[in-house]
């Protein structure tokens, strides 16, 4: 993989001397000036930019510049940054306090929502990130089944618990430490990995070990080696296979929760797991993760049952608000329709602009995620797991991003993400997009 920092695309650096100044001094002060990889354009090259504001679809950066959001904070922004619903909901919250340690009448309130929904989910628990949620799911499957093994796949990425940051994706993977040091042989010695839309090798490990398994877990769609979307076949085979060993399959929708359609991946995909993690968009952008699936095994999470988990600021009331509000307008106004027409006109127009400009990519999309996979060859390429998407021409991908960046177009600082956007985003934001994306393409072909 070209480390894509020896590349360096960052034009226009003088125009963000704020952003500079402000990553010198946090460097001092923060490991590697950020408090999460994925923020530190490990993936691009360059300086990462420091904002002052975020408003509906566009964030302001400290040297005033701004730029067309399509991260929305890594997925939670699907109805954009201070949705009025959301704020007025947090503001309320605010005035009668900001955690009590006890149980609330608004957290039932939320579960509600949720278990409405999420077609996997009768019972559900909140925690504060989407990396507790698939750590506590992990273990109230090996809880629930006595079961140790664990199957995972390359390029899914379920947060940094210790027995998950295996092959990991998103910043692990664009950082090079998709097994990180300091994950011990023990922690990992349970996770098996295998190559995501690749049946057989399930197949072949619940045939040689199907009653050790506690669980597969996957993102039903993955964002996290980029936009990856599964066969038919794998998840069906996925399904059968658990289903027949007593194991449990465990959806991440920590990125797909209510972003591909109100009840997720599973509801648009018509696949129903064990139990499913959220995170993201079900905290509104406060810190706000779940996890839930069937009751009978759900009822063995403490104090229900024995297996442990437990969290000071679980269902914290802002969280909870700010959630509460997100899946209520998402239930009154399904933004889903606008989402997909909108994804539509971009996958066409970046398809069309890259071929305008020679260049060979490969462009999968979901709903409002969407990753443009920039290759090396004449061919392009099918990217369906990590083995091909980690064949990416990540320089090629940086000197678009900073091509888009300085066009005012806020894009993901990886190849190994995807991007995301929301109800607030115009057709007008659209058309500058691909207009910016084809500015930029014809750029790079000259180059
Ligand atoms: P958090 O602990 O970051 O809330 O959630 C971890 C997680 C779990 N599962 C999936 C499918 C996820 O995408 C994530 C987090 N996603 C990354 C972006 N690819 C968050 C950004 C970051 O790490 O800063």
Redesign the pocket.
């Given at each position: 993989m070209t480390p894509a920092r020896s590349l360096p695309h960052e034009a226009h650096a003088d125009r963000r001397t704020a952003s500079r100044a402000a990553f010198a001094r946090a460097r001092r002060l923060i490991p590697g000036g950020v408090n999460?990889p994925?923020?530190a354009f490990g993936g691009v090259g360059g300086e990462p930019i420091f904002f002052a504001r975020a408003d509906g679809q566009r964030l302001t950066d400290i040297d005033g510049t701004t730029y067309l959001d399509y991260i929305g904070s890594?997925g939670p922004m699907i109805l954009g940054h201070r949705h009025p619903r959301v704020v007025a909901a947090i503001e309320a919250a605010l005035q009668t306090g900001t955690s009590y340690g006890a149980p609330t009448e608004a957290e039932s309130r939320l579960a509600e929502l949720i278990i409405d929904a999420v077609p996997s989910i009768e019972k559900v628990r909140m925690v504060s990130?989407?990396?507790e949620a698939?750590m506590s799911a992990v273990r109230l499957a090996r809880g629930f089944t006595g079961r140790d093994k664990l199957i995972k796949f390359a390029g899914n990425?379920?947060?940094h618990a210790d027995a998950l940051l295996v092959a990991a994706g998103?910043?692990a993977a664009t950082l090079g430490v998709p097994n990180s040091p300091g994950v011990t042989a023990g922690a990992a010695q349970d996770t098996i990995v295998l190559e995501y839309n690749e049946p057989s090798q399930l197949e072949a490990t619940f045939r040689a070990q199907g009653n050790t398994i506690a669980a597969v877990v996957m993102?039903p769609v993955v964002?996290?080696m980029g936009l990856v979307a599964p066969t038919r076949e794998f998840l069906e085979t996925a399904r059968r296979l658990t289903q027949a060993h007593g194991a449990l399959l465990v959806f991440?929708e920590?990125?797909t929760g209510f972003r591909l359609s109100l009840g997720g991946a599973q509801q648009l995909l018509g696949i129903t797991p064990d139990l499913t993690?959220l995170?993201?968009i079900v905290g509104g952008g406060l810190p706000l993760?779940a996890y839930g699936g069937r009751g009978d095994v759900m009822d063995h999470v403490l104090p229900a049952g024995k297996v442990f988990q437990a969290g000071t600021l679980s269902g914290n009331p802002l969280a909870v608000a700010a959630g509460t509000a997100t899946l209520l307008e998402l239930r009154d106004h399904p933004p889903y329709a606008q989402l997909e027409r909108h994804g539509s006109a971009l996958e066409a127009g970046f398809r069309v602009a890259a071929a305008a400009a020679g260049l060979t990519v490969w462009i999968a999309r979901v709903g409002s995620m969407m990753t443009m996979f920039f290759q090396r060859g004449d061919e392009a390429v099918p990217v369906m797991g990590w083995q091909t998407a980690s064949r990416s021409d990540t320089g090629r991908y940086a000197a678009f991003f900073w091509g888009m960046i300085d066009r005012g177009i806020y894009l993901p600082c990886s190849q190994y993400?995807a991007l995301f956007f929301s109800s607030m985003h115009t057709d007008d934001d659209i058309d500058a997009t691909i207009a910016a994306a084809a500015d930029v393409l014809k750029g790079m072909a000259r180059a």
């Open positions: 999460s994925a923020r890594w990130s989407g990396t698939a990425y379920h947060g998103s910043s993102e964002g996290n991440d920590v990125m993690t995170g993201k993760g993400e």
